[in-house]
Nanobody
Framework: VQLQASGGGLVQAGGSLRLSCAVSGRSFNVFVMAWFRQAPGKEREFVAIKKSGDDPNYADSVKGRFTASRDAAKNTLYLQMNSLKPEDTAVYYC??????????????????????WGQGTQVTVSS
């Protein structure tokens, strides 16, 4: 399985970006996928999760501003980011696990749950 993230860039506060994560190598529908981000000097943190057939779940810091979605026909996961803030500046990573669902969304907020990662895309929000 390969993940290719794209769509990052430089945007002013209040602006929007849409990240994409293209999946290749396996059937898309059986995976749990997520977005994480990592700012300089900080640990990688959970942003959003999308499990097939379920609505997305979000970190409190992005709830109401970010929307995760998937296009099964294109094998692609998206993250629409609106009302961006300088504190959203980070490298954004998409991640995937093909292991059996553990039962709770909280379990999947840890990066350790994922066995495939994209290469990351930089998002910089200027004030």
């Amino acid at each position: 399985v390969q993940l290719q993230a794209s769509g990052g860039g430089l945007v002013q506060a209040g602006g929007s970006l849409r990240l994409s994560c293209a999946v290749s190598g396996r059937s898309f529908n059986v995976f749990v996928m997520a977005w994480f981000r990592q700012a300089p000097g900080k640990e990688r943190e959970f942003v959003a999760i999308k499990k097939s057939g379920d609505d997305p779940n979000y970190a409190d810091s992005v709830k109401g501003r970010f929307t995760a979605s998937r296009d099964a026909a294109k094998n692609t996961l998206y993250l629409q980011m609106n009302s961006l803030k300088p504190e959203d500046t980070a490298v954004y990573y998409c991640a995937l696990t093909n292991k059996v669902w553990a039962g709770t969304y909280y379990y999947y907020t840890s990066p350790a749950r994922y066995n495939y990662w994209g290469q990351g895309t930089q998002v910089t929000v200027s004030s």
